[in-house]
């Protein structure tokens, strides 16, 4: 075996060795980044979805110029808890990079900047940003800088366009539709309406030819000896004569006290069901017992009669 023909072998044996050194370090290694990646993932996911096990990631894209950074599907087990996003928009005077979360009805429930490196009108561009919460997440949703002469309120309402539109093109949750129980398998949703009044914020849901749903989040003392505010949901069914056929107070929304308060505020809350909506009258709580949630009562009877307000009037 001649000189070169060894050195050809030997640095044959020394690259295949190098290859397989690269690999098996990736191999060793690479699950170990993968999974804690994953950890922080959930850990952040955590701060916007009560309860959440495991999430699906969808690919990402740039759409006319918006990055969409992350994007992710989010589970508690196998139940869809909603999907989270995060996007950047670069212009002449820096960037903005923007996180979003959303519920499986598809209605953004937090709007937030990650970074925003804007020279001017950060204030109105902040604010604008908090006008999208609680509307739907489409390539058609409003625009928020209708009229404005900002270069980064435009700029935001075209990155939340494009998150939008990279939503509508992803994988979506098959979800059962909450008002079955109260309208059949087949309702429609015929409309949408956002509404503040009095200090809470409603959506008014239109369903096509049987009634209306209203979801009311409002904030209430919630102990007796504290000034603290927390919110409660609550979701009221209608039909077209106004009859109040069903109640919901969903669990992840209610931020007064749980147990058997919470069980007690239900109670509550569900006595409505049968009456008509004109028939609620102020100061059906009763008097105040322990154990009767008093205060988170009195927050449920104050929204019922925002919701009349708004409604037969």
Same mark, same amino acid.
């Given at each position: 075996?001649? &000189?070169?023909?060894?050195? @050809?072998?030997?640095? /044959?044996?020394?690259?295949?060795?190098?290859?397989?050194?690269?690999?098996?370090?990736?191999?060793?290694?690479?699950?170990?980044?993968?999974?804690?990646?994953?950890?922080? &993932?959930?850990?952040? @996911?955590?701060?916007?979805?009560?309860?959440?096990?495991?999430?699906?990631?969808?690919?990402?894209?740039?759409? %006319?110029?918006?990055?969409?950074? $992350? /994007?992710? $599907?989010?589970?508690?087990?196998?139940?869809?808890?909603?999907?989270?996003?995060?996007?950047?928009?670069?212009?002449?005077?820096?960037?903005?990079?923007?996180?979003?979360?959303?519920?499986?009805?598809?209605?953004?429930?937090?709007?937030?900047?990650?970074?925003?490196?804007?020279?001017?009108?950060?204030?109105?561009?902040?604010?604008?940003?908090?006008?999208?919460? @609680?509307?739907?997440?489409?390539?058609?949703?409003?625009?928020?800088?209708? *009229?404005?002469?900002?270069?980064?309120?435009?700029?935001?309402?075209?990155?939340?366009?494009?998150?939008?539109?990279?939503?509508?093109?992803?994988?979506?949750?098959?979800?059962?539709?909450?008002?079955?129980?109260?309208?059949?398998?087949?309702?429609?949703?015929?409309?949408? %309406?956002?509404? /503040?009044? !009095? #200090?809470?914020?409603?959506?008014?849901? =239109?369903?096509?030819?049987?009634?209306?749903?209203?979801?009311?989040?409002?904030? *209430?003392?919630?102990?007796?000896? /504290?000034?603290?505010?927390?919110?409660?949901?609550?979701?009221?069914?209608?039909?077209?004569?106004?009859?109040?056929? #069903?109640?919901?107070?969903?669990?992840?929304?209610?931020?007064? =006290?749980? #147990?058997?308060?919470? !069980?007690?505020? @239900?109670?509550? +809350?569900?006595?409505?069901? #049968?009456?008509?909506?004109?028939?609620?009258?102020?100061?059906?709580? *009763? +008097?105040?017992?322990?154990?009767?949630?008093?205060?988170? $009562?009195?927050?449920?009877?104050?929204?019922?009669?925002?919701?009349?307000?708004?409604?037969?009037?």
């Amino acid at each position: 075996m001649t &000189t070169k023909v060894k050195s @050809l072998m030997t640095l /044959s044996i020394v690259l295949l060795a190098s290859v397989l050194l690269v690999i098996g370090t990736h191999m060793v290694f690479n699950p170990i980044k993968v999974e804690r990646e994953n950890k922080a &993932t959930l850990s952040l @996911l955590e701060n916007y979805f009560a309860g959440v096990t495991e999430f699906e990631t969808n690919n990402l894209e740039t759409i %006319e110029g918006v990055e969409i950074l $992350r /994007s992710v $599907r989010i589970l508690k087990d196998e139940e869809p808890l909603g999907y989270l996003y995060e996007a950047n928009i670069v212009n002449s005077f820096g960037n903005m990079k923007v996180r979003i979360s959303v519920d499986v009805k598809d209605i953004i429930q937090t709007a937030e900047f990650i970074e925003m490196n804007q020279t001017m009108y950060q204030t109105q561009t902040q604010n604008m940003l908090q006008t999208y919460p @609680l509307n739907k997440l489409n390539a058609d949703i409003f625009d928020g800088a209708a *009229g404005a002469t900002s270069i980064s309120k435009n700029d935001l309402s075209h990155l939340m366009s494009m998150v939008g539109l990279h939503h509508d093109s992803t994988d979506k949750f098959e979800v059962v539709l909450p008002y079955a129980e109260f309208y059949g398998e087949d309702y429609v949703i015929s409309s949408t %309406e956002n509404i /503040s009044e !009095a #200090g809470a914020s409603m959506i008014k849901e =239109t369903i096509e030819g049987q009634g209306v749903v209203y979801t009311v989040t409002k904030s *209430g003392i919630y102990q007796t000896d /504290s000034i603290e505010e927390k919110s409660i949901t609550l979701v009221v069914a209608l039909d077209n004569d106004n009859e109040i056929i #069903g109640i919901l107070l969903p669990v992840e929304l209610y931020n007064h =006290t749980k #147990g058997n308060f919470m !069980a007690s505020a @239900l109670v509550f +809350a569900e006595s409505f069901v #049968g009456m008509n909506l004109s028939d609620v009258t102020d100061g059906q709580t *009763g +008097a105040s017992v322990d154990g009767s949630a008093h205060n988170s $009562r009195n927050l449920i009877e104050d929204m019922m009669l925002i919701i009349q307000g708004v409604h037969v009037s």
